[in-house]
């Protein structure tokens, strides 16, 4: 993840692109007309679903905190945490 804090208006410019590591799950895709093919193993979990949380939640951040949601993801369901601490430089 990389962040730059702009201190004149207090907002987080956040890029996260590849902020979430593969986690192990089931996916399972289906085509009209074939049979739906499952695979166990990792999953590459999308930061889409987020995105519109974390960029209302990175405006205007305290010196610390702490937030979480509850998003449906695909038939499933993510839960993410957000936790921050500014330090002086």
């Known amino acids: 993840m990389q962040a730059v804090l702009d201190t004149r208006d207090g907002r987080l410019w956040e890029h996260t692109a590849m902020a979430v590591p593969p986690v192990q799950g089931v996916t399972v895709r289906s085509e009209k ?16 679903e987020a995105t519109d949380w974390l960029n209302k939640r990175l405006t205007r951040l305290g010196a610390s905190g702490e937030d979480q949601v509850k998003l449906p993801a695909g038939g499933g369901q993510n839960e993410l945490r957000l936790r921050w601490r500014f330090e002086p430089a």
Do not use: A, F, I, K
């Open 33 to 48: 007309g074939r049979s739906p093919q499952r695979h166990d193993g990792e999953v590459n979990l999308r930061w889409h």
